[in-house]
């Protein structure tokens, strides 16, 4: 479930820098109780570049008006080395002041390298 406020924190364990891309496409239940999906997708990062062995975040979400419950992401990665980059949920319990450290949130999913190159992964999160 995505929570109040939230961000999406990509975590590279590479030995190189990788970009990174992150969409998402929410759902709700409406009034009648159907499922409602988002219009389209939302970026949240966009082609990012992140050094070896760190992390970035997305801006915070304010879910407080929309209340989306579940999404789909899209995680795109561009890779030049081997090795693990993850995707977490970082959701905040104060307003969207402050999250847990970089890659202590929820996982989503990672993508893990066994060559250079670019891999995209749909991760569905209830």
Known sequence: MLGA???LVAVNEQG?????????KRRKFG??????????PVT?????SIPLSSTTSSTGVDNGTDKY??????????ATSTGL??????RSVDGG?????????????AINFTASGTQRRVFNLE
């Open 5 to 7: 406020y939230y961000r």
């Open 16 to 24: 190189a820098s990788v970009t990174v891309t992150a969409k998402i």
């Open 31 to 40: 009034t009648d109780g159907s499922l409602t999906l988002e219009a389209a």
């Open 44 to 48: 949240l990062l966009n082609a990012v």
């Open 69 to 78: 419950l579940f999404a789909e992401i899209e995680f795109t990665v561009v």
């Open 85 to 90: 980059v993850s995707l977490y949920l970082s």
């Open 97 to 109: 002041t402050t999250y847990p450290d970089a890659g202590k949130g929820q996982l989503i999913g």
